[in-house]
């Protein structure tokens, strides 16, 4: 497929394509970028991304949305500055529903980004994973742990194929002299999470509000490292920028490691929820825990996390109330009558 699109050109001001940008993470990033003064083409196939993630962008005369599927050779007249290679669903939900799908999102996606960046002259960096570290054997994870991923597992799919695109990342740098950025991101949370996404986080928000029980797998015991949406996009957009010669891998996380039960105890005390908690089975291969090391990042881009658990789970929390309210009134009006105001539940970083 081939996509001419053209950009009302006001002013020269750096273009960049982010592909994935009607997801998660990817809006929060359109809305920063524009915010800095950038033309952004957010290119999604909204697989998992919703336009409602980015219907205020619509009408902004910097901003551009193209329904395109990574998989499908990506052609466009603009010029490009920056590739912010995003495009993949991320929930293990989402991204094991059609595994053989995932993997060619990973590699004939990112071959299509780096071949479009190489066409451009554009830098590139690409979302990778902590699942590169598969279930790990090094706890914390540095950048020089090479992993200990089942190639055969249901999560393979996404965990081989983000390895593969790193590959990818880096032979198109040595072969073509692209430059590239990979950013090794863990458990990401915040606003713009789907409600069915299956990640723990929205579910337990989501289950907590309803007054439903909150689904454990396994003990609780196995942690994750939980790092809130605006840290994280400020550290994409710091290794974007940073000095040609930093490629990554870098991995962007919260070092602050919980187990998963201790995750469900804030968030029903934060939701002054009742629900109980229901342990029901872990699924297959399962990560025991995560944690990242983040020197790289605080060395090479002077990033640290800034959001504490506690301030990134209530504005998600607030976020989720008046979805969850919206669709049933009865059920958490008094948090969402609390919650509901200007920022609509969104946190605000100073820079
Ligand atoms: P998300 O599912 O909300 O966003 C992914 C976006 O990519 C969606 O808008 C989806 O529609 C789009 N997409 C999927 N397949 C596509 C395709 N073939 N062509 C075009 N668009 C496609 O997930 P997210 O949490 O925002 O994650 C964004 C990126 O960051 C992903 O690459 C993910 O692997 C990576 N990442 C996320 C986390 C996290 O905790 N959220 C952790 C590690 C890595
Ligand atoms: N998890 C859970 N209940 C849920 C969803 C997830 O206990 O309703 C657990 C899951 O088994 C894993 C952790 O929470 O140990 C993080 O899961 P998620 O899917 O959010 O991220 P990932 O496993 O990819 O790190």
Sequence with gaps: MTLQTRIPTLRRSPT??????AGFIGSHLCDSLLQRGNRVICLDNLFTG???????????????????????????????????????????????KDPVGTMKTCVLGTI??????????????QA???????????????????????????????????RAAETLMFDYHRTHGTEIKVARIFNTYGPRMLENDGRVVSNFIVQALRGEPITIYGGGTQTRSFCFVDDLVRGLQLLMESPASVTGPCNLGNPHEVTIEAIAREVLTYTESASPLRFVALPKDDPKRRKPVIDTAARLLGWRPRVALKDGLQATIAYFALRVADESPTLVPALARRKRGPTRGMLKIAD
Excluded: M
């Design 128 to 162: 990778s994973t902590s699942e590169v570290y598969g279930d790990p054997e090094v706890h914390p994870q540095p950048e020089s742990y090479l992993g200990n991923v089942n190639p055969i597992g249901p999560r393979a799919c996404y965990d081989e194929g983000k």
């Design 112 to 125: 299509n980004l780096l071949e479009l960046a190489r066409r451009k002259g554009a830098r590139v960096l």
């Design 50 to 96: 919703t336009i409602d993630n980015i219907r205020p962008l619509l009408n902004h005369p910097n901003f551009r949305f193209i329904e395109h599927d990574v998989r499908e050779e990506i052609e466009i007249d603009d010029e490009i500055d920056r590739v912010y290679s995003l495009a993949c669903p991320a929930s293990p939900r989402h991204y094991q």
């Design 16 to 21: 960049v394509l982010i592909a994935g940008g």
